[in-house]
């Protein structure tokens, strides 16, 4: 038995498709050039799409940028959550979720994307505010997860959840960015276990 696809199924894909592409799009002209100086003229072109198509899924630039964002946050939680087996022990999930931080490594506008939205956030008042609150629900993941391995006796009680979380978060940050500048031998995704094991240490219930 076949499904006949309707017209109206028909437009909801081709109209999901085309936001997808002008995301990608963007990702990329984001990573080469920078928020600022990247234009609308040239995501289009980089997408194959006119203007016009833009403005149906996008009011703006900005626009564009906040729900590229979300969207990667979004997709990365949902990696973390799928990475983490509570029947592993504290430095197996440690290096599940490293290998999910470093693939960003194989993916050349991963750490470019990453620094350039730290970057316009730092020029601009009402983005560093909106990514404030972005950072704030990231951290609120990392805060639950901990909290949840404290509670199976796992993680250690002696230092507060929230400072933990913030710790962590600083360490993978630095640890991609360092991985993409750092000596080919001193990058932390050349020694994983390593890193993982470290990482234990610290989270480890004594």
Do not use: C
């Not at 002209?29 to 920078?34: E, H, L, P, S």
């Not at 833009?54 to 946050?73: A, G, P």
């Not at 960003?104 to 991963?110: A, N, Q, R, V, Y």
């Amino acid at each position: 038995m076949t499904t006949e696809t309707t017209p109206a199924t028909r437009k909801r894909r081709d109209r999901g498709e085309t936001r997808q592409r002008l995301l990608e799009s963007a990702l990329a002209v984001f990573a080469r050039n920078g928020y600022e100086r990247a234009t609308v003229d040239e995501i289009v072109r980089e997408a194959g799409f006119s203007k016009g198509a833009f403005y149906v899924h996008f009011e703006s630039k900005e626009d564009l940028f906040w729900e590229m964002l979300q969207e990667r946050i979004d997709k990365q939680q949902e990696l973390f959550r799928q990475a983490i087996d509570v029947s592993l022990s504290v430095e197996e999930n440690e290096k599940r979720i490293l290998q999910v931080v470093f693939a960003s490594h194989d993916d050349p506008l991963g750490p470019a994307v990453f620094l350039e939205f730290a970057a316009h956030g730092m020029r601009n008042q009402k983005v560093q505010e909106r990514l404030s609150e972005m950072y704030g629900r990231w951290h609120a993941f990392v805060s639950e997860t901990l909290t949840a391995g404290r509670e199976m006796g796992l993680v250690r009680e002696d230092i507060d959840v929230s400072l933990l979380a913030s710790a962590i978060m600083a360490i993978m940050e630095g640890g991609m960015i360092q991985s993409n500048l750092a000596p080919e031998h001193l990058r932390l995704n050349r020694r994983m276990d390593d890193f993982a094991h470290l990482l234990s240490e610290l989270i480890s219930k004594r």
